[in-house]
């Protein structure tokens, strides 16, 4: 999902497509290393332990890890095609930092009940995506003079792979946290929950642009799955 999904679900600027791929790929590993890192420091900060301990590495700490990289590429898509590889370096270490301690105090001091992540990855990414287009010239996006801002028929083509990925994996992504009963529960609750979003939103596009419109599909058909997941064990 973080190296597939996201990578390609990038490529949709037409002008962009090798640079949103690349960049994708070489931050996505950026942040899931110091991710690794900044989990594990915030989590001792937030239990309070009085003596410093080796943060683990195991498989729940890789999870949480990947769970980070992802809020990163969701700010990504916030500031796709208007920064630098440098800037997107910067933006992304600082984001990891803070999305740590956002999921420390989350999960363990407020004890939310997150299991797919929609509040520590989802929410978190796209407000931090949306507070670093502060310091781009957005005004000249929202112009679009130059008509680099859109999408063709092969970008938006080559997209639908990263769509269709996300949408497959998005069961095990929600589930990945649960234990035992909960995971079939979180799965046939996302299952039945993102195909309902991808019915509804073309069913929308449909009824008032008169058309399937490939962005609505591309990027719509999915909030099902981020929708369910703060609440995907419950019984809905």
Request: proline share 1%.
């Amino acid at each position: 999902m973080i190296f597939v999904g996201f990578g390609f679900l990038m490529v949709f600027l037409k002008t962009h497509s090798w640079t949103s791929v690349g960049f994708n790929y070489l931050i996505a590993a950026w942040s899931l290393q110091i991710a690794v890192l900044s989990v594990g420091f915030w989590h001792q900060v937030i239990e309070g332990k009085k003596e410093w301990q080796k943060i683990p590495l195991d498989l729940p700490a890789l999870i949480f890890a990947d769970l980070g990289a992802a809020a990163v590429l969701i700010s990504l898509g916030a500031v796709l095609g208007k920064h630098s590889l440098m800037q997107l370096w910067i933006l992304a270490t600082l984001e990891v930092f803070f999305y740590g301690l956002n999921e420390a105090i989350c999960r363990l001091r407020l004890g939310a009940v997150d299991l797919g992540c929609t509040i520590t990855v989802h929410t978190f990414g796209a407000y931090f995506g949306l507070a670093a287009c502060y310091f781009f010239d957005n005004k000249k996006a929202i112009e679009d003079k130059t008509q680099r801002c859109s999408g063709n028929y092969n970008s938006q083509l080559v997209a639908m792979v990263g769509t269709l990925f996300l949408f497959m994996y998005w069961p095990s992504y929600n589930a990945v946290l649960g234990q035992d009963f909960q995971q079939q529960r979180i799965i046939v609750n996302t299952v039945l929950s993102i195909t309902g979003s991808a019915i509804s939103a073309c069913a929308v596009t449909r009824l008032f642009l008169l058309r399937l419109d490939m962005e609505v599909v591309l990027k719509a058909t999915l909030a099902g799955g981020v929708a369910m997941g703060a609440g995907a064990d419950l019984v809905t």
